[in-house]
């Protein structure tokens, strides 16, 4: 019988440990009613459903992404010095999505991540080697944030002096998603949010006067036939969305899947015989089952726009849902034993880690590259990882995001 009550779900240790919960709540019901006007959504089934009709289940959820405080006078007076928050690629439906996912694509082509690849093994090797000279780090804070931080910055006319800055801003729009914090780091946020609006916009007014090569140029001149070139506001939105997909998503899954492969030897013993190997398909299926049992961005908010039904609840028009990819993610009727790390298992890719139809993340091609090249270059050089003794892994509370801040580890070179 289930002793968990479905509104437990908000409290700070259920969001920081959710698995508990989904294991008590899938079986019974595949859609879970939290409270009047606000729902739950934890099966595969179900999530990929809702996922694909974006007619009943829009994507425009502006105010919520916003922050819980983003009516407070405080707040909006501070927001009011930067650029309006507009609706691009998370927040907006056909077909104002699909005009600015074609501009988008154009910057984010094969070419450009192919580009940014070339760099990538060298930062990445240029870590290891940092943290090998110690023989011993927090992952979290040596390596999985510095390497996708590194990648997107340079791809913004970023320097290295700046790389603190992308991590500083990208955790205040994390932190406003999460809406779980005082009214005082919303004002913080809010400080910080507009600070980057500004240091962006005054990149975007150089590369209109002068092509430069990176993203943030491919996008400042991208335009589809018959399409006007994106405005400042809108470039500023996708890039904020890019910063913070680019960044905090695969420094989460970097440093949970670390700690995965740390605690379940025989499939670490597997990744290094196929690094050992150059078995390139076993360390993507590696990367695929991270990201399954990892699930970053563990939800996202979707806004009932007409009365429908859903795993048998009726729901209203108005509704917010929650699509909680982290559950469907580990549903027993889609992936058996689902709770395994398993790297070899056959259906890892079918995740919903990145979401799924028009609105799969954009830069998922970029992330899984770096999660692959890191894992490679890892296991090639070094070996013995353990975690600290004493060291208790947590996960900080966020309603929509979910990630170690820190991961203290030791280890030993490969001889």
Known sequence: MN?????????????????????????????VQLSEGMFLVLSYEHCAQ?????????????????????????????????????DTLLTADPPTHTRFRKLVNLAF?????????EDMRGVVIDLIEKMAEKGHADFVRDFAIPLPV??????????????DKVKCWSDAFVDRLGRMIPKERELECAREVVEFQHFVKAKIDHRRAAQTDDLLSDLVRAEVEGER????????????????AGNETTTSALAGGLLQLIENPDQMSKAVSAVDDGNERAIVNLVEEVLRTESPTAGMWRMVRKDTELGGLKISKGAMVQLRYAAANRDPAKYTDPDRFDIERANARSHLAFGKGIHMCVGNM???????????????RLTDFRVAVGHVPSWPPNMLLRGLTTLPITFRRRA
């Open 3 to 31: 002793t968990i009550a479905a509104s437990s779900f908000f409290e700070p240790q259920v969001i920081a440990d959710p698995f508990d919960y989904y294991r008590a709540w899938l079986p019974e019901s595949p859609v």
């Open 50 to 86: 809702a996922t694909g009709d974006v007619e009943t289940f829009s994507n425009n959820f502006q105010g919520t992404l916003s922050g819980a405080m983003a009516e407070d006078s405080d707040v909006a007076a501070i927001l009011a010095e930067g650029w309006p928050q507009v």
């Open 109 to 117: 082509s094969m070419k450009r991540v192919a580009a940014i690849e």
């Open 150 to 163: 590194a990648m997107i910055a340079r791809q913004i006319g970023m320097t290295e002096g700046d790389l």
């Open 229 to 244: 070139p994106l405005e400042d506001a809108e470039i500023l939105s996708i890039m904020q969305q890019l910063m913070v």
């Open 366 to 380: 970029l992330s899984r590259k770096e999660m692959a090249v890191a894992y490679t270059e890892l296991l090639k």
